[in-house]
Nanobody
Framework: QVQLVESGGGLVQAGDSLRLSCAASGRTLSYYAVGWFRQAPGKEREFVAGSSWSMYNTGYSDSVKGRFTISRDNAKKTVYLQMNSLKPEDTADYYC?????????????????????WGQGTQVIVSS
C-alpha cells in the first residue's frame, strides 16, 4: 500500500552537505514511524536516524549525531535526511523505511526488521 522512493544522493567532497528525500505514495505518512538506514559494501545495514510519527522522539547513531537531522513533511508525504560535514566513512547506499502500527506516535525504531516498507536506496559517495 505504501511505496517509498529515495532521491538526493550523489558524489560530494568531504565537508559538503546533502539532503536526501524519501517520497511516499499510496498512503499518507501520517501515523507512520520513519527511519533512515545505510549499508556500505561488506557491512550490515546500519541504523542512521529515526523518528516517531509525531516527532516527539528522534534518535541518531553515534557516528552521525550532531551532523545529520531527520525531518518530515506530512503534507508532501516526504521524509528528509539533512547530512552536513560529510566524511568518507559516510559513503553507503541510504534507505528510508516506514513502520505502521504505532498507535501513540511516541517511539522511533532502530532495527531493520521492525519496519514494514522500504525504498530502493540512493547512493552517497564522499571523497576525501
Amino acid at each position: 500500500q505504501v511505496q517509498l522512493v529515495e532521491s538526493g544522493g550523489g558524489l560530494v567532497q568531504a565537508g559538503d552537505s546533502l539532503r536526501l528525500s524519501c517520497a511516499a505514495s499510496g498512503r499518507t505518512l501520517s501515523y507512520y514511524a520513519v527511519g533512515w538506514f545505510r549499508q556500505a559494501p561488506g557491512k550490515e545495514r546500519e541504523f542512521v536516524a529515526g523518528s516517531s510519527w509525531s516527532m516527539y522522539n528522534t534518535g541518531y547513531s553515534d557516528s552521525v549525531k550532531g551532523r545529520f537531522t531527520i525531518s518530515r513533511d506530512n503534507a508532501k508525504k516526504t521524509v528528509y535526511l539533512q547530512m552536513n560535514s560529510l566524511k568518507p566513512e559516510d559513503t553507503a547506499d541510504y534507505y528510508c523505511a516506514a513502520k505502521t502500527g504505532d498507535a501513540f506516535g511516541l517511539r522511533y525504531y532502530t532495527a531493520p526488521h521492525e519496519y514494514d516498507y522500504w525504498g530502493q536506496g540512493t547512493q552517497v559517495i564522499v571523497s576525501s
